[in-house]
């Protein structure tokens, strides 16, 4: 598969290399399209170097005696041989260009042609970032389809600190890798005009064919951690990296379903076509769960939530003074099973991640929260389970079966999940 790799004039250009190494080594042909601009940064040969592919500057062609004609229909040509268009750093302009329709160079005019996915990560000032104008067009963008890969917070090169940061190129990569492969499941093949290389095992969706089971359900998915704050700078979290929901998510959206993730504090892009409501405390995932549970068929709580909240966070920064410190701490409420008191007809499915006996503890949380399937998972093992791409499981559902799925991406694993539980929805119906 191919893919368009734009590059807009910002500091964070350099970057853009990074990830044009990135999407090679995961099997990607990668087409640079560098706006003037992002040439005043990094040169056109380090791209042609790192993808041994000529680099396009500009709408027409600068070598005498080349086909003028050729080089003005260019855009369409790459159009039609690439599969998604991922543009990084997208600059202020660029993101007010494609939000309007503008098309005065080459990517902007490219963007305009595009029909493939899109993938756009920003980067700039914290305050460009906030501008009222920039959110809008960055809504308006979301509202086409487009895939966000919002901008990492830290020391920006005009000496602040706050978000606008570009997101790391690995990252960037695997929402371009997820989005490829999400669309080749669902029966979207590579266009049949495109002669690249296979994408590497590592981001191959297994599954053969993608189902349409979910159309018409709204899915409602919980992931990530929760947040408890201590005082003002610190917290109390977990491990969870919100790679599982983010999958159950994503699979939900591919077999047809309107999915609405609401995601605790992680460092994933939201699936493509993914209604995602971010929030940070166990309360406040709770108050975000309980208002859209009305419009919602299927429920997912794969969450990692609080079990305990800081009774009363402290005002001001703590300070050290070398003593030990006492902290009183309050249970957080049971969101699951304040769902299963009150889910109805829904298809309810929890989580439980365990230390000891995984099976035994999702039986009993299947019963105590009226579950009708509880995915059991072990933590604390080196290469699964939090934080990590796989996972092996064990799923308990009503009716007393229980299956054992063993190690294999969260992805596919998502995909079984939703085999196993839709047997139980003529049930509940």
Known sequence: MNVVLGVGGGIAAYKAAELARALSERGFGVQVVMTRAAQEFVRPLTFAALTARKVITGLFSDNAGEDTLASAVEHIRVTQENDALVVAPATADLLAKFANGLADDFLSTLYLAFTGPVILAPAMNTNMWNHPATRRNIETLRGRGHTIVDPEEGMLACGVIGPGRLAEPERIAETVAAILSAN?????????????????????????????????????????????????????????????????????????????LVSGPVSLAAPRGV??????????????????????????????????TVREPVAGKIKKTGGP??????????????VGRIKGDRLLIGFAAETGNVLQEAQRKLEAKNCDMVVGNRVGEKGIAFGADDNEIVLAMRGGESVELARAPKRELADRIFDYALKLRPATR
Request: proline share 8%; glycine share 4%; hydrophobic share 40%.
């Open 184 to 260: 080749r499941a669902a029966d979207r093949p590579p266009r049949a005009d495109s002669a690249s290389p296979q994408p590497a095992a590592s981001v191959q969706n297994p599954l053969k064919n993608c189902k349409r089971d979910l159309e018409g359900e709204t899915v409602l998915v919980t992931a990530g951690p929760t947040e408890e704050p201590l005082d003002p700078v610190r917290f109390l979290s977990n491990r969870s990296s919100g790679k599982m929901g983010y999958a159950l998510a994503d699979a939900a959206a591919a077999r047809g379903a309107r999915v609405i």
């Open 275 to 308: 209604e995602t409501m971010r929030v940070t405390t166990a309360a406040e995932m709770r108050t975000a769960v309980l208002s859209r549970l009305p419009e919602s068929t299927i429920v997912v709580k794969a969450a990692a939530v609080a079990d305990y």
């Open 325 to 338: 410190l006492t902290l009183e701490l309050a249970p957080t409420r049971d969101i699951l099973f304040e």
